[in-house]
């Protein structure tokens, strides 16, 4: 934070802008089901109907959808084994398991508060 005046002349602290790989990597982590299906990889390589009952509720085009982003991001890898049929794997790739160290301490902050009352509100 860096100290600043307003044109009236009271002191303000103005916010350093936040950095841009930050950013990009809150979005890539906040994305809606992102970190279930990394969570989901931590394991080792699955297919996409392992990741699909790994994460209830996921739609197929949007599991689809969302290993195509991670495999963007340089998070996933798609290994394809010409065979009858044609297998998929998914698997983290070395970003990817640096990730779920990232994931690791938010699951263990969700356990520690997701579901502890805010501080301020009172049950009455």
Known sequence: MRPGRTSSG??????????EHFQRAAELIGKRWNPQVVRAL???????????????NISDAVLSERLKE?????????DVTPSTPVLIEYHLTDRGRDLTKVMEELAAWAERWAGAEPVG???S
């Open 70 to 78: 991670l495999e963007a991001e340089g998070i996933v890898t798609r």
């Open 121 to 123: 509100m009172s049950s």
């Open 42 to 56: 931590q394991t080792g390589s699955a297919r996409f109907g392992d990741l699909k009952h790994a994460v209830p």
């Open 10 to 19: 009271v002191e303000m602290v103005e916010e350093a802008p936040i950095c």
